[in-house]
Structures are given as C-alpha cells and as structure tokens.
C-alpha cells in the first residue's frame, strides 16, 4: 500500500484524482490539499464524496507531506509546481505534476510558451508521462510531466504512423474540441454558463500553449522537425475531448497499413482502443474512463487521411493518465484503480 498526497485537490482534476485512488486497490489518500477550502472537508466542498471521503482539506507544508505521503501528485497552477517540485524529490519522493511545468525537457521552448522556469536542472530528468509511449522511461522515473489534455488526443493517434513514415509530417492539421471542465474550476468569464451554453468556437488558434509542447514530441517521434497546425474548440459540454487530424499519407499507403501499424503499436496497451470502420471514436462513450478510441478514414479521392481521438480531458488527459504513470512507476498493474465500468449513457 502507497501513501498519496494530492495538492490542489478541490480543482477538477484534483477532484478526479480523489474519484480514481479513492477506489485504488494499493492507494491509501493521506492528504489533500487545498488553499481556498483550507479546513473543510473534502465532501463539504464535492458533496457526491459522502460517505466515500472524510478527509480534511489542508493548507500546503511540505513537511507534514512528506511524513505522510510516499507519492505526489500536483494538481496545481503552471509556475506554482515548479517552486515545490524540487523539495519533494531532495526528499526522495515520486512527484507526478499535472501543470505544464515538467512536460518539457528544453527550459527554452518551456519559457517560449509559459514563463520563466525556476527548476531548470530538474527538466534533464524528468519524464514526459505519455504512458502508451513512454511506459519504460516512466517505470524508472522519480518525477513525471502529465501531458495536456490535448497532446494526448493528438499524439497517441500520430506517433505510430509517423515513426513508421506513414504520413508527411509537414501536413499536419488537428482540429480539437474540448468540454469546458478543461477550463479548471476557477471563475472566468468565458466559462460562465451563458457564454458557453449555445455556443460552440474557436480559441486562441494557433497560440495555444499545447503546441509547443505537441511538436516537441511530435519532432523527437518523428526524428525531425515537425510543427501541427492546431485549432481547439469549447463545446457546450461539461467533459470530453474530441480530434480530427488530417494528414498527406506517404505513397501507395492503403488502409490496411495504418491499421496494421496501430495494432501493432497498442495492440497489448489496455487503454488504447482501436475502432471498427463502422464506428468512429465519440466522447460519450470514453465518458469517465480512461481509453482514449481511435478511428480513421482514408479519402482516397482526396488523397487525405483523416485520423479521429476521443478521450475524456478528466480522465485520459489528466487525472487518470496520472494514475496509469503512477501504476508503471510503482510497479502495479497498470490498470489498478482505472477499470471502473464506462457509462453507457
């Protein structure tokens, strides 16, 4: 049994980090933190834990942490984690930060995108927690950077056809659409219920911080430079993630190869879900677990391949890609805690 910490707990992916260990077979929840509900418990503030969760929310001191907990999962601010990281593992903890402060290994291309880093002789060793990917680097990792939701969607479908060079790189578009819990808890006006009910747009096209943290991997996958066109959505709905790329496959590719390539790539990883010609991927059907379905189509006429994700952005492309890294870098079963049964509806 592993003794876990969760800081920022009362955010949405905090809060869906409580959901999953709490019914994790080898987790004991020893603290949960929390700056706003410092005091309260934890089901005072998300009542559906009653009865399941009887902690008390409490203010941050690494000290009292790291007595009672052997694992950390940081589900707070970009910036925040990177002052608070570094303490964790002097004391020879395993840290797990959801924030995009560990995801990059180049400080440069991190401060391009987000703000100047405090930790930057950390970034060497830290392991970028695509779990499909990357499952033996994390085995032997002490500190992980959870990818964003939206790399997620995007390069679990991209990186096997593009390290058999099954696509032109150069041709990259995905065009994303996310429910509003990607947003966080915190109030903004552009999540206000009447901004977003009726609604369906585009956001910061082309600026978006996920970027550069997509063509980062995207480039080390592919062996060369590689820049996606990237468009993300806000859906009128509370969780869900949904993206189509499009791409210029190589020469005479056929159907049948990029189907043979992802079963050969994810045909032993549990959470990975290839879809029959007949059904493509849907966020309600990932809705509240942990696969992330992929589908494709082959326009011949237009000589495009279009590829097609969907994953919950609470789940697969946060809390519960935390867990899976937590699983392989413990030495459980990966899938320990994340086979609660889909909703059906």
Do not use: W
């Not at 942490?65 to 694992?71: L, Q, S, T």
């Not at 479908?157 to 819990?181: C, E, N, Q």
Request: glycine share 6%; proline share 6%; charged share 20%.
């Amino acid at each position: 049994m592993v003794n876990v910490a969760i800081l920022g707990a009362t955010g949405y992916a905090g809060a869906e980090l409580v959901r999953i260990l709490s019914a994790h077979p080898e987790v004991q929840l020893t603290v949960l933190t929390s700056r706003q509900f410092s005091g309260v418990r934890f089901d005072q503030v998300y009542p559906a834990f009653s009865g399941v969760i009887d902690l008390v929310c409490e203010a941050y001191s690494q000290e009292r942490i790291c007595e009672r907990a052997d694992v950390v999962f940081m589900a707070l601010p970009h910036q925040l984690a990177m002052n608070l990281v570094p303490g964790f593992i002097e004391r020879k903890k395993k840290v797990i930060d959801l924030s995009a402060d560990f995801r990059f290994n180049d400080a440069t291309v991190y401060e391009m995108a987000y703000q100047e880093h405090t930790a930057k002789e950390l970034l060497a060793s830290s392991v970028y927690g695509l779990s499909e990917i990357y499952a033996e680097q994390i085995g032997k990792a002490t500190l992980i950077g959870n990818p964003g939701c939206y790399p997620t969607s995007v390069l679990l479908p991209l990186i096997p056809l593009l390290k058999k060079g099954l696509l032109d790189p150069s041709t990259l578009i995905a065009d994303s659409k996310s429910g509003v819990s990607g947003a966080g808890r915190s109030l903004a006006l552009a999540s206000h219920y009447c901004e977003v009910n009726e609604s369906f747009k585009p956001y910061k096209v082309a600026a978006h911080r996920h970027n550069p943290e997509m063509d980062a991997i995207l480039s080390r996958e592919a062996q060369k430079p590689v820049s996606i066109t990237f468009v993300p959505h806000l859906v009128p709905m509370t969780r869900g993630m949904l993206t189509t790329i499009y791409a210029t496959p190589a020469a005479n590719l056929k159907a049948r190869d990029v189907t043979d390539c992802y079963a050969a790539a994810y045909s032993r990883r549990p959470f990975i879900r290839l879809c029959s010609k007949d059904r493509l991927p849907d966020t309600l059907i990932v809705r509240g677990t942990n696969y992330c379905d992929i589908g494709f189509k082959f326009d011949e006429h237009n000589n495009r391949l279009i590829i097609i994700s969907a994953i919950d952005n609470l789940v697969k492309g946060a809390a519960g890609q935390a867990v899976q890294n937590m699983n392989i870098m413990m030495g459980f079963d990966e899938t320990a805690g994340l086979l609660g049964g889909p909703y059906p509806i």
